[in-house]
């Protein structure tokens, strides 16, 4: 928002109490005391910049800590405070916040030298010990990214691709879609402008043909709804620029791609959830592959939501995605929602969140473990956390998360690491294939053992996807 005042901030508080709105007035008036004489590439005042960082922050509800820090978020760097001064002053928890944030600030990300990978290794594992520091870093970046037109050419375009690699990636990772396609827009709109408003317009035209049929479902299905007494709201959704350019890149025709516009349907209630899929499938004919149940099997970043795609009836197909008000916040902001829907211990909620998601959590710790080389650790952890995984089940219906292309061998490995060593094959949904088997989504995977195996043979290393596999096939191989 351009002109943004401290009046501006206070208006988002109204759920704090007198104290708390008191804190945060004198974490904006120390910043623009600190701040006094700096001025951004735009010609503004320093404190435009931080006073933005708070408000991002604030539309997300968190908490007073979380918010002071944000006005306080460059005065360790930028001025003569130190955080012994911030803890004196707001607590010990702000000034670690500040302290976390100007850390992240000082790397760069950018370059593929040694330091810089060391650095990437430490923001990525630095969100186990407290991410708020991350999400007032994503605040920080956000700003920064929508006044990006001020920097050089230069600037514009690292700043970018630093964003596309790292900051969009990790927004993902905490569920905050709303931030991510920000992130992902503002970064292809520098890097790849002609594309950028070649799909934007492009959309506009679809999305301008496809407007009366949607606002025809949506009254249509709005009136199923409140004749059965279901509380709800109706929104039409559009996906981002650059998801619709990654789509593209796979070869989809912009007016292929079926969730482009869909219908965002919220309800008061999980049961309501599927009582209106039911009452949106007698309605209109499902399209038969398209439907997922992501409320009974939440996505690893917390998303929940059931998806449909549906024939309208005028030649249109339309996703619709059904989910409860408080699943809605989810899908927005991720972890960050816990400030709002659990006021009480947020941070330690949104902790314990990041901690039961084992298996992202989980397999970030422990290529963590494994690799002394920072640059070899960045590698694995694009290739393997921050790329599309895939569901498969155990023959006890038990999830577990792969990244695309694991095969029979990935699998065996993460179940036990004896499991693989002695493994032969195993019965994919119920058919026999062999341990290279590419895995694919839904899969319902039983391992076949072996007792009498004299282990993994040496190829199988090759097969393998995943860095805990490969490591365990090559301890094997040197013990033997
Ligand atoms: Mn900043």
Same mark, same amino acid.
């Given at each position: 928002m351009n002109n943004l005042t401290i009046f501006d901030l206070i208006g988002k508080l109204s759920k704090y109490n007198d104290a708390e709105i008191n804190m945060v007035l004198q974490a904006y008036k120390y910043a623009e005391y600190l701040h006094k004489g700096q001025v951004r590439q735009s010609g503004e005042e320093y404190i435009i910049h931080p006073l933005n960082v708070a408000y991002i922050l604030a539309e997300m509800n968190a908490d007073c800590d979380t918010i002071c820090a944000?006005?306080?978020?460059?005065?360790?760097?930028?001025?003569?405070?130190?955080?012994?001064?911030?803890?004196?002053?707001?607590?010990?928890?702000?000034?670690?916040l500040v302290d976390g944030v100007t850390k992240i600030s000082k790397m760069n990300f950018s370059s593929k030298e040694e330091q810089n990978m060391a650095n990437t290794r430490k923001i990525i594992t630095g969100i186990t010990e407290d991410v708020r520091i991350i999400i007032i870093k994503l605040a920080d970046r956000l700003h920064n990214m929508r006044t990006l037109q001020y920097k050089s050419e230069f600037k514009q375009k690292e700043n970018a691709i630093e964003t596309l690699d790292i900051f969009a990636p990790l927004a993902y990772y905490i569920g905050n879609y709303r931030i991510k396609s920000e992130l992902e827009d503002l970064s292809f709109m520098y890097l790849k402008p002609d594309?950028?408003?070649?799909?934007?317009?492009?959309?506009?035209?679809?999305?301008e043909e496809n407007k009366e049929c949607l606002l025809e479902m949506l009254k249509t299905i709005e009136a199923i709804l409140t004749d059965k007494n279901i509380p709800n709201e109706i929104k039409i959704r559009t996906k981002n620029i650059y998801g619709i350019y990654k789509k593209m890149a796979e070869g989809y025709q912009m007016k292929d791609i079926h969730d482009l516009h869909n219908l965002k349907i919220m309800v008061d209630s999980i049961p309501n959830c599927y009582q209106s899929l039911g009452l949106i499938h007698q309605a209109y004919n499902p399209v038969n592959n398209k439907f997922k149940d992501f409320i009974c099997c939440a996505k690893p970043n917390m998303y929940r939501s059931l998806h449909t795609t549906v024939y309208s009836g005028t030649g249109q197909i339309?996703?619709?995605?059904?989910?409860?008000?408080?699943?809605?916040?989810?899908?927005?902001?991720? #972890? /960050?929602?816990?400030?709002?829907?659990?006021?009480g211990n947020a941070r330690h909620e949104m902790q314990q969140e990041l901690r039961n998601r084992c298996q992202f959590m989980g397999s970030l710790m422990e290529i963590n473990s494994m690799f002394s080389d920072n640059t070899e650790f960045v590698q694995h952890i694009k290739q393997e956390v921050f790329t599309d995984n895939i569901f498969v089940y155990t023959p006890n219906g038990e999830r577990i998360e792969l990244p695309k292309g694991a095969t029979v061998i990935d699998f065996a490995y993460r179940i036990h690491t004896q499991v693989g060593n002695s493994m032969i094959g195993a019965f994919i949904n119920d058919e026999f294939k062999p341990v290279d088997y590419v895995l694919k989504n839904n899969d319902r995977v039983r391992i076949v053992t072996d007792h009498m195996s004299y282990g993994p043979e040496s190829d199988w290393a090759d097969k393998a996807q995943?860095? #805990? /596999?490969r490591r365990k096939i090559q301890e094997f191989g040197s013990i033997r």
């Amino acid at each position: 928002m351009n002109n943004l005042t401290i009046f501006d901030l206070i208006g988002k508080l109204s759920k704090y109490n007198d104290a708390e709105i008191n804190m945060v007035l004198q974490a904006y008036k120390y910043a623009e005391y600190l701040h006094k004489g700096q001025v951004r590439q735009s010609g503004e005042e320093y404190i435009i910049h931080p006073l933005n960082v708070a408000y991002i922050l604030a539309e997300m509800n968190a908490d007073c800590d979380t918010i002071c820090a944000g006005l306080l978020h460059d005065t360790l760097e930028d001025t003569n405070i130190s955080k012994e001064e911030i803890a004196e002053i707001f607590g010990d928890e702000v000034a670690k916040l500040v302290d976390g944030v100007t850390k992240i600030s000082k790397m760069n990300f950018s370059s593929k030298e040694e330091q810089n990978m060391a650095n990437t290794r430490k923001i990525i594992t630095g969100i186990t010990e407290d991410v708020r520091i991350i999400i007032i870093k994503l605040a920080d970046r956000l700003h920064n990214m929508r006044t990006l037109q001020y920097k050089s050419e230069f600037k514009q375009k690292e700043n970018a691709i630093e964003t596309l690699d790292i900051f969009a990636p990790l927004a993902y990772y905490i569920g905050n879609y709303r931030i991510k396609s920000e992130l992902e827009d503002l970064s292809f709109m520098y890097l790849k402008p002609d594309e950028y408003f070649r799909i934007l317009d492009e959309r506009n035209r679809i999305e301008e043909e496809n407007k009366e049929c949607l606002l025809e479902m949506l009254k249509t299905i709005e009136a199923i709804l409140t004749d059965k007494n279901i509380p709800n709201e109706i929104k039409i959704r559009t996906k981002n620029i650059y998801g619709i350019y990654k789509k593209m890149a796979e070869g989809y025709q912009m007016k292929d791609i079926h969730d482009l516009h869909n219908l965002k349907i919220m309800v008061d209630s999980i049961p309501n959830c599927y009582q209106s899929l039911g009452l949106i499938h007698q309605a209109y004919n499902p399209v038969n592959n398209k439907f997922k149940d992501f409320i009974c099997c939440a996505k690893p970043n917390m998303y929940r939501s059931l998806h449909t795609t549906v024939y309208s009836g005028t030649g249109q197909i339309v996703q619709t995605q059904i989910r409860t008000f408080d699943m809605d916040k989810v899908a927005s902001f991720g #972890l /960050a929602t816990y400030w709002d829907l659990n006021k009480g211990n947020a941070r330690h909620e949104m902790q314990q969140e990041l901690r039961n998601r084992c298996q992202f959590m989980g397999s970030l710790m422990e290529i963590n473990s494994m690799f002394s080389d920072n640059t070899e650790f960045v590698q694995h952890i694009k290739q393997e956390v921050f790329t599309d995984n895939i569901f498969v089940y155990t023959p006890n219906g038990e999830r577990i998360e792969l990244p695309k292309g694991a095969t029979v061998i990935d699998f065996a490995y993460r179940i036990h690491t004896q499991v693989g060593n002695s493994m032969i094959g195993a019965f994919i949904n119920d058919e026999f294939k062999p341990v290279d088997y590419v895995l694919k989504n839904n899969d319902r995977v039983r391992i076949v053992t072996d007792h009498m195996s004299y282990g993994p043979e040496s190829d199988w290393a090759d097969k393998a996807q995943t860095t #805990l /596999a490969r490591r365990k096939i090559q301890e094997f191989g040197s013990i033997r």
